[in-house]
């Protein structure tokens, strides 16, 4: 394709005004543009075109007056064009120019063709192109960047139509920049951004040279010394650190500066302080036109001078790596290594790669801790298995005890993300008899942590005295965190949840203190930390830590933990009613668990998912997924539990109860509670009780729910309290003791009240209404059916609004309309806020419900007020109630 392309009306406006010569008045033609525009090539074929009676006078910049006067003579045989390509160059000519145009004109017909660019004309020319008096005829044609179409035609068809237009747009649409991006289009990244480790890797090209022309042939040696060092050092290449890296005195690179800068090879940024090449591809073939090993140890030069000017780290790693292993030295590329395993993770690998090579080969232990960095920045990129093995090779060099525990507990926490590892585990307990005593509590602590989030409480047992010495010791603000949070745990499993919950708040507060730069560096914390925070039923905290490590894990690229963050998050959104959110959460969560084969975290999404989806489309659209869960967790006998749980609930919506009471007698089962989740065996209990009830067994469920409710006061968590007498009362019910029935169910409503349960809580309400219609208290029904409609208003769960779609209909309310609340004035926030205000729940309850501040609620609720005409709480309760039952569009059949 020729570069030539998109240019038809430019070359139209010349001929034009080479057709219209007349005698005694030269014409001439301006052909402007900034380099890359495509000056000298639109000169060239439009000489070509000419017709022959034109004479073509090439040789414009040596003019001599023997020559002008031989342009002047054969301007009265035929129409003459005189050619000054790159006139800002050829200031020697135009005062020859300006004679020939104005002093002494010919008397033929002549036209000059001027092509320079405008930043870097000399004033002479532009006084000749702008001042020359009526006696001239003047025509501007200006090159701009060529149309997107145009310019997108000039890259290789083989590329495809989206990476043509990204390339076009990183060559700012200027034919000279597409030629060199057509040649090499792997240049440029999808972002469209010149990597210029790319360039490096090339080797040398005479068309990315080429973009240099005989500018840098025209620069002495300092002026080319000065504009390699700009390309070395890119966007911080101010004056006083170019003179450092290119071992210059300052006035010298001041003055180099400004001759590059009237050479339009450098510009100064929008703050007119900073220079940068005038494009990403002049930096680039600078940067390939200076000496590899000059490179080097500019490189080194500057890291240098960067440390001295505490810039950002991850520039400083950029030109150790490009220094190489021939000029960098060990401590200082594993100390870079080391600072980004935190804000760069994949620079870091890089870097800690290199550190391995220039450790020293009789130093065991700085080539562990090499290693040891390396398997964190692999970890944190994503590639988990590979970063097991660095760990484990960092062990057989012999390191130092430190480094030695590091890469032990490093090891087990990778093995344990990808999935069981009972031989870990072991050698994580066998490093007792070897680590040295000072760091036996921080083996005791990360030892805990695996051991308690499985429920293995006797391994936990004899852990207990070094953790509590780890929390003394206060040194280290991370483990203790972590220990804390590792006995709040052990404490609610056993029971004693004031103890649990005085432990949350001192970790809780620990890592609320940590800044974002700092906890960045040990995310596992607040992952912990939320996920204890999620079994002591402490939600609205542990959905604050979580989304704030999420948010900190994107940003700081730990690929290593983002999967067990979001599976924590999905799972805490699914147990707060958040239901769309747990699923997309779950999806995203189960997605990025694969991409770093992190099974445990697939596994939790999976059954997180399976329960919002139950809750939010229904049994078919969540069996599917239940059953993948089931599978995934086969090998995890504490997840396998969960997932088996959720499963259970699945099979008895589907219609299946005699599949629902197997799975769930297999978790219930005498004994298996001391190993596994104790904080959901109540909840176990519980169901199955409730699917005893459904398969005619009342009196069986009936222990079964009593066994629940013990459970349930042993371990001390009230909502697992209002689970088992949820199930009670639907035993009692079933046993026709009404009165027991309606009792059990009230103080379940009382339980589950601000637990941040509301579908257990509609459920609680939909059983009261059963109870009070079996004591034929109708009035009083309806008020519960009612209260369950107004949660089920504000929650995204079909299977609940069907419930109370049922129930509205057993009791004749089937043909009322819903609540004003859910007009199509309201926003969904809005509705939210209005229904949880209208329960007489104060704003500041409203926010802790909703995760969102008072400010917010109030804003929300004004806007309640203004548009449903009323101005007190009493008056929007009064008229959501008065707005009477309805049956909301979309509902699903029941599920059980």
Same mark, same amino acid.
């Given at each position: 394709?020729?570069?030539?392309?998109?240019?038809?009306?430019? @070359?139209?406006?010349?001929?034009?005004?080479?057709?219209?010569?007349?005698?005694?008045?030269?014409?001439?033609?301006?052909?402007?543009?900034?380099?890359?525009?495509?000056?000298?090539? @639109?000169?060239?074929?439009?000489?070509?075109?000419?017709?022959?009676?034109?004479?073509?006078?090439?040789?414009?910049?040596?003019?001599?007056?023997?020559?002008?006067?031989?342009?002047?003579?054969?301007?009265?045989?035929?129409?003459?064009?005189?050619?000054?390509?790159?006139?800002?160059?050829?200031?020697?000519?135009?005062?020859?120019?300006?004679?020939?145009?104005?002093?002494?004109?010919?008397?033929?017909?002549?036209?000059?063709?001027?092509?320079?660019?405008?930043?870097?004309?000399?004033?002479?020319?532009?006084?000749?192109?702008?001042?020359?008096? /009526?006696?001239?005829?003047?025509?501007?044609?200006?090159?701009? /960047?060529?149309?997107?179409?145009?310019?997108?035609?000039?890259?290789?068809?083989?590329?495809?139509?989206?990476?043509?237009?990204?390339?076009?747009?990183?060559?700012?649409?200027?034919?000279?920049?597409?030629?060199?991006?057509?040649?090499?289009?792997?240049?440029?990244?999808?972002?469209?951004?010149?990597?210029?480790?790319?360039?490096?890797?090339?080797?040398?090209?005479?068309?990315?040279?080429?973009?240099?022309?005989?500018?840098?042939?025209?620069?002495?040696?300092?002026?080319?010394?000065?504009?390699?060092?700009?390309? +070395?050092?890119? #966007?911080? %290449?101010?004056?006083?650190?170019?003179?450092?890296?290119?071992?210059?005195?300052?006035?010298?690179?001041?003055?180099?500066?400004?001759?590059?800068?009237?050479?339009?090879?450098?510009?100064?940024?929008?703050?007119?302080?900073?220079?940068?090449?005038?494009?990403?591809?002049?930096?680039?073939?600078?940067?390939?036109?200076?000496?590899?090993?000059?490179?080097?140890?500019?490189?080194?030069? !500057?890291?240098?001078?960067?440390?001295?000017?505490?810039?950002?780290?991850?520039?400083?790693?950029?030109?150790?790596?490009?220094?190489?292993?021939?000029?960098?030295? @060990?401590?200082?590329?594993?100390?870079?290594?080391?600072?980004?395993? $935190?804000?760069?993770?994949?620079?870091?690998?890089?870097?800690?790669?290199? !550190?391995?090579?220039?450790?020293?080969?009789?130093?065991?232990?700085?080539?562990?801790?090499?290693?040891?960095?390396? %398997?964190?920045?692999?970890?944190?990129?994503?590639?988990? $298995?590979?970063?097991?093995?660095?760990?484990?090779?960092?062990?057989?060099?012999?390191?130092?005890?430190?480094?030695?525990? %590091?890469?032990?507990?490093?090891?087990?926490?990778?093995?344990?993300?990808?999935?069981?590892?009972? *031989?870990?585990?072991?050698?994580?307990?066998? #490093?007792?008899?070897? $680590?040295?005593?000072?760091?036996?509590?921080?083996?005791?602590?990360?030892?805990?942590?695996?051991?308690?989030?499985?429920?293995?409480?006797?391994?936990?047992?004899?852990?207990?005295?070094?953790?509590?010495?780890?929390?003394?010791?206060?040194?280290?603000?991370?483990?203790?965190?972590?220990?804390?949070?590792?006995?709040?745990?052990?404490?609610?499993?056993?029971?004693?949840?004031?103890?649990?919950?005085?432990?949350?708040?001192?970790?809780?507060?620990?890592?609320?203190?940590?800044?974002?730069?700092?906890? !960045?560096?040990?995310?596992?914390?607040?992952?912990?930390?939320?996920?204890?925070?999620?079994?002591?039923?402490?939600?609205?905290?542990?959905?604050?830590?979580?989304?704030?490590?999420?948010?900190?894990?994107?940003?700081?690229?730990?690929?290593? +933990?983002?999967?067990?963050?979001?599976?924590?998050?999905?799972?805490?959104?699914?147990?707060?009613?958040?239901?769309?959110?747990?699923?997309?959460?779950?999806?995203?969560?189960?997605?990025?668990?694969?991409?770093?084969?992190?099974?445990?975290?697939?596994?939790? !999404?999976?059954?997180?998912?399976?329960?919002?989806?139950?809750?939010?489309?229904?049994?078919?659209?969540?069996?599917?997924?239940?059953?993948?869960?089931?599978?995934?967790?086969?090998?995890?006998?504490?997840?396998?539990?969960?997932?088996?749980?959720?499963?259970?609930?699945?099979? @008895?919506?589907?219609?299946?109860?005699?599949?629902?009471?197997?799975?769930?007698?297999?978790?219930?089962?005498?004994?298996?509670?001391?190993?596994?989740?104790?904080?959901?065996? *109540?909840?176990?209990?519980?169901?199955?009780?409730?699917?005893?009830?459904?398969?005619?067994?009342?009196?069986?469920?009936?222990?079964?729910?009593?066994?629940?409710?013990?459970?349930?006061?042993?371990?001390?968590?009230?909502?697992?309290?209002?689970?088992?007498?949820?199930?009670?009362?639907?035993?009692?019910?079933?046993?026709?003791?009404?009165?027991?029935?309606?009792?059990?169910?009230?103080?379940?409503?009382?339980?589950? $009240?601000?637990?941040?349960?509301?579908?257990?809580?509609?459920?609680?309400?939909?059983?009261?209404?059963?109870?009070?219609?079996?004591?034929?208290?109708?009035?009083?029904?309806?008020?519960?059916?009612?209260?369950?409609?107004?949660?089920?208003?504000?929650?995204?769960?079909?299977?609940?609004?069907?419930?109370?779609?049922?129930?509205?209909?057993?009791?004749?309310?089937?043909?009322?309309?819903? %609540?004003?609340?859910?007009? *199509?004035?309201?926003?969904?926030? #809005?509705?939210?806020?209005?229904?949880?205000?209208?329960?007489?729940?104060?704003?500041?309850?409203?926010?802790?419900?909703?995760?969102?501040?008072?400010?917010?609620? #109030?804003?929300?609720?004004?806007?309640?007020?203004?548009?449903?005409?009323?101005?007190?709480?009493?008056?929007?309760?009064a008229l959501l109630r008065d707005g009477g039952g309805a049956v909301p569009p979309g509902g699903t059949p029941g599920t059980g």
């Amino acid at each position: 394709m020729s570069m030539l392309v998109g240019r038809d009306e430019e @070359f139209a406006a010349v001929r034009t005004g080479l057709a219209a010569l007349v005698p005694r008045q030269p014409t001439i033609v301006e052909i402007t543009g900034d380099p890359g525009a495509g000056k000298t090539a @639109f000169l060239t074929h439009l000489l070509r075109q000419l017709p022959s009676v034109f004479h073509v006078d090439l040789a414009a910049h040596r003019w001599t007056p023997a020559a002008l006067a031989r342009l002047g003579r054969l301007s009265r045989v035929r129409p003459v064009v005189a050619v000054l390509d790159d006139a800002h160059r050829a200031e020697p000519a135009l005062a020859a120019l300006r004679h020939l145009l104005v002093d002494a004109p010919p008397p033929g017909r002549l036209a000059v063709l001027c092509a320079y660019r405008p930043r870097q004309a000399p004033r002479g020319l532009l006084r000749l192109v702008t001042g020359t008096g /009526a006696g001239i005829r003047q025509l501007a044609v200006p090159l701009g /960047a060529l149309p997107e179409a145009a310019a997108e035609a000039l890259l290789p068809r083989v590329l495809p139509a989206t990476r043509r237009a990204t390339l076009a747009a990183a060559g700012e649409r200027l034919p000279g920049l597409l030629a060199v991006l057509g040649a090499h289009p792997e240049l440029v990244d999808a972002d469209g951004i010149l990597v210029l480790e790319r360039v490096v890797e090339l080797g040398s090209s005479r068309c990315l040279a080429g973009l240099l022309g005989p500018e840098i042939d025209l620069a002495d040696e300092p002026t080319r010394r000065i504009l390699h060092t700009v390309a +070395v050092l890119g #966007e911080v %290449a101010d004056p006083g650190l170019v003179a450092e890296v290119g071992q210059l005195r300052c006035t010298a690179t001041v003055e180099a500066l400004d001759q590059l800068v009237r050479m339009d090879l450098l510009r100064y940024a929008a703050d007119d302080i900073i220079l940068r090449p005038r494009h990403a591809l002049v930096r680039a073939a600078a940067y390939q036109d200076a000496p590899a090993g000059w490179r080097a140890g500019a490189h080194l030069r !500057a890291d240098a001078a960067l440390r001295q000017r505490r810039a950002d780290p991850r520039t400083c790693g950029w030109h150790l790596l490009r220094a190489g292993a021939t000029a960098s030295r @060990f401590a200082r590329v594993h100390e870079i290594a080391r600072e980004l395993v $935190t804000l760069d993770p994949p620079l870091a690998a890089r870097l800690s790669r290199l !550190a391995v090579t220039l450790a020293p080969p009789d130093d065991p232990v700085a080539l562990g801790d090499a290693l040891l960095t390396r %398997a964190r920045a692999t970890a944190a990129s994503g590639d988990l $298995t590979d970063a097991l093995g660095l760990a484990q090779a960092s062990l057989d060099t012999l390191p130092g005890p430190d480094t030695r525990l %590091a890469a032990t507990v490093l090891r087990a926490e990778l093995a344990d993300r990808l999935g069981p590892n009972v *031989p870990v585990r072991a050698r994580l307990a066998r #490093e007792h008899t070897t $680590t040295v005593r000072r760091l036996r509590p921080r083996l005791s602590v990360a030892q805990g942590r695996l051991a308690a989030r499985d429920g293995r409480w006797g391994e936990l047992g004899p852990l207990v005295t070094e953790i509590q010495a780890a929390i003394g010791a206060e040194t280290d603000p991370p483990l203790v965190a972590v220990a804390r949070t590792t006995l709040a745990a052990r404490a609610a499993a056993h029971g004693s949840t004031d103890i649990a919950a005085d432990e949350l708040r001192a970790a809780e507060a620990l890592v609320d203190a940590m800044s974002d730069r700092a906890l !960045a560096g040990c995310l596992d914390v607040p992952e912990w930390l939320a996920w204890v925070q999620g079994v002591v039923l402490e939600k609205a905290d542990a959905l604050r830590h979580v989304t704030r490590a999420v948010a900190l894990a994107r940003e700081h690229g730990q690929a290593h +933990v983002l999967p067990g963050l979001l599976a924590g998050q999905a799972r805490i959104a699914a147990g707060s009613g958040r239901l769309d959110e747990a699923i997309s959460v779950a999806i995203e969560a189960e997605r990025a668990g694969r991409s770093v084969g992190a099974r445990r975290a697939v596994t939790i !999404a999976l059954t997180y998912r399976a329960m919002a989806l139950l809750w939010r489309a229904g049994p078919q659209a969540a069996a599917p997924v239940g059953e993948e869960a089931v599978q995934e967790a086969r090998h995890e006998p504490a997840l396998h539990d969960t997932a088996l749980a959720v499963l259970s609930h699945i099979r @008895f919506a589907q219609g299946r109860h005699t599949e629902a009471r197997h799975l769930t007698g297999t978790l219930v089962q005498p004994g298996r509670g001391q190993l596994r989740r104790r904080d959901l065996q *109540p909840k176990w209990l519980a169901g199955h009780a409730e699917f005893l009830v459904a398969g005619g067994l009342p009196d069986e469920a009936y222990a079964w729910s009593q066994r629940a409710e013990a459970a349930a006061a042993a371990l001390g968590l009230e909502i697992r309290r209002a689970e088992a007498r949820l199930a009670t009362a639907q035993v009692l019910l079933a046993r026709r003791d009404p009165v027991g029935a309606l009792a059990a169910a009230q103080e379940s409503i009382r339980l589950f $009240t601000d637990r941040q349960a509301d579908l257990s809580l509609g459920e609680a309400h939909l059983m009261v209404a059963g109870c009070l219609d079996a004591l034929r208290e109708s009035g009083a029904a309806r008020n519960h059916i009612h209260l369950a409609r107004v949660i089920a208003e504000r929650t995204p769960s079909a299977w609940l609004r069907q419930q109370v779609v049922n129930a509205q209909r057993r009791h004749g309310a089937g043909q009322r309309r819903w %609540a004003v609340v859910t007009g *199509p004035d309201l926003t969904q926030a #809005e509705r939210r806020v209005a229904a949880l205000v209208a329960e007489g729940l104060t704003n500041r309850a409203v926010a802790m419900r909703l995760y969102v501040t008072e400010r917010t609620v #109030e804003a929300h609720l004004t806007r309640v007020y203004r548009k449903l005409g009323v101005s007190s709480r009493a008056a929007l309760a009064a008229l959501l109630r008065d707005g009477g039952g309805a049956v909301p569009p979309g509902g699903t059949p029941g599920t059980g």
